[in-house]
Nanobody, 123 residues
Framework: QVQLVESGGGLVQAGGSLRLSCAAS????????MGWFRQVPGKDREFVCT?????????YCADSIEGRFTISRDNARVTVYLTMNSLKPEDTAVYYC???????????????WGQGTQVTVSS
């Protein structure tokens, strides 16, 4: 059973930066692909970025992010980061970390989810 614990959310002004962390534990095979999603009330969970945690390659972020966010992982393959720059009020959401056996852009490709961390961007 993979467990995911997110941290790093908070309140930031527009144009600022935040870095979210997701600490993972459990079978490596079940967290070879990890991703970040976000959700606002009344809307579906939206894909943000994904990465292959074994190789550290295959990092991919949604076009809507416009290159402002990057996903990375530590050398121990335990923690995945989402570095968010040039934040906009529309980035306000609960951000979720997810783990599965492969990378992907669809929520149903992931098996395990964290509890979520709130990111609020003020204008």
């Amino acid at each position: 059973q993979v467990q995911l614990v997110e941290s790093g959310g908070g309140l930031v002004q527009a144009g600022g930066s935040l870095r979210l962390s997701c600490a993972a534990s459990g079978p490596t095979i079940s967290r070879l692909g990890m991703g970040w999603f976000r959700q606002v009330p009344g809307k579906d969970r939206e894909f943000v970025c994904t990465i292959n945690t074994w190789s550290g390659r295959g990092a991919y972020c949604a076009d809507s992010i416009e290159g402002r966010f990057t996903i990375s992982r530590d050398n121990a393959r335990v923690t995945v980061y989402l570095t968010m720059n040039s934040l906009k009020p529309e980035d306000t959401a609960v951000y979720y970390c997810a783990a599965g056996r492969t990378t992907g852009t669809r929520a149903n490709q992931y098996i395990s989810w964290g509890q979520g961390t709130q990111v609020t961007v003020s204008s």
